[in-house]
Structures are given as structure tokens and as C-alpha cells.
């Protein structure tokens, strides 16, 4: 399967810094076409540029998500934005549950269960966030925490086709840690035993593995079975460091 280089850009960027950014990573996908060969781009921008961005798409080179949406189908929810509105202005993917929000903004894996059933019936795919604390993974607790929130957080109807999974260990999200190899992969391994037993097609779904992926890393990373991809939050600020995790793949 191709690897999903993703790019988080959390509540970063100017209209003008996306789009050169954009362009930046057309012109080098042009140029470098073996790039392409082995994987895509996803870029998760704020809300308000989506619609700008998205007639900037290339159907399996570069695509635009976001990162988050209401549980909510439509109505009186002041501020949201539901499923239906991003596939309306041209997105594929929606993340849901990613730590920052499941933190500051009190989401369980309830409510994120509810975001990516709502991302799923739009014909949206959802990127669905796991990933246990630094207090859980001194307990030795990773695994059982990761296997609450999938279990809970993934709906019953996910697909290869409809969800990408993101583990991002909490502790290595904008930290510039990041788990030895032999941790990733265990966690990577354990996670796809997980897929295959309790999901359609779980064996093809992507599993992303985020937390200060860089350059320097990029390429002992997701040259681990298993590690699908990344979800990138710092190095997908600078279309360089962006481009050369890509090129690591
Ligand atoms: P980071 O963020 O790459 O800056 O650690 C990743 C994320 O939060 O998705």
C-alpha cells in the first residue's frame, strides 16, 4: 500500500503560506515523480482555507482533510461544522479524536466514536486518533489503553475503504521524542492484530504512527511493517522537512 504522508497544521498557517505551501508540493510531486509511486499527501488544514485549497487536489498525489467535525449531521449547533460541509468543499478526510482535542476540549472515545460514524455515512474517511500518556506508558498500560480507545473509538462499520487509524503516543506529540523502533513496531503489530480481528478488510487499513516524525526519523520509521504513514504536526510546517519525510518513504 502506498504511504500516507499527512500533515496536521493544527491552527498554523496564513492563507498565503498554505497555498504556497501547496504549490511547493505539487511542483516537487511534478518533479519527482517516484514520489507518488510510493505515496500520497493529505494535508489537514484549519477549516476556513479548505475551500480555497481544495481545487488544488490530484487524485492520488495530493489531497485535503480536516481536523475535526461535528458529531452532528446539521442544525442549531453554533460554531460547528459537520461531515456533510467538508465533503461539500472538497475534502476526503476528517481527523477525529486526535489528543489535543480529546484534552482541551474534554472529547472520550464515545463522542469520537459518534465523529467518525458521521465522517463515514458522508463517504468521508476518518482518521481516528489512539494513544496512551506518558503516566499510562511508565504503568506498562500502552496496550490496554489502546485497545479501549480503537475498540471504542472506531465504529462497528469501519473499512480499509472509510478509516485510517493515527497512533500518536501522547508524550511524543510536539516533544521531539519518540519510541524506540522496537516500541513503535510492537504497538504498529499490535494494533493491526486488532484491525484484522475486529474490522472488515482490517488487514489493508492504514496505520499511521505520529508524535515529532521528522526528517531525521522519517525513514527508519515508516520503514517498519506496519507504519502506514505519518501524521506530521511540527515538520509539516516547512514544506522542506515535509517533502524529505515523503521522500524518506
Ligand atoms: P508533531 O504533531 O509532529 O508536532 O509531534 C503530530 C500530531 O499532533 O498530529
Known sequence: MKKLIAANWKMNMSMVEARNFVMNVLQSAKDHPNISDKSEFLICAPFVYLSALSPLSEKGVL???????????????TGEIS????????????????SERRDYHNEDNVLVNEKAKVVIDNGLTAIVCIGESLREREANL???VVKRQLLESVPKNASADNTVIAYEPIW?????????????KQMHDFIRELLKKYYESGEN??????GSMNPTNAEELLSIENIDGGLIGGAALKTDDYLAVAKSA
Open 205 to 210: 487499513m492504514h496505520i499511521l504512527y505520529g
Open 63 to 77: 489531497s485535503f482533510g480536516a481536523q475535526d467535525c461535528s458529531q452532528h449531521e446539521q442544525g442549531a449547533y
Open 142 to 144: 500502552q496496550k490496554e
Open 83 to 98: 461531515a456533510k460541509m467538508l465533503k461539500d468543499v472538497g475534502c476526503s478526510h476528517v481527523i477525529v479524536g486526535h
Open 172 to 184: 511524543a506529540i510536539g516533544t521531539g521524542k519518540t519510541p524506540s523502533l522496537e516500541d513503535a
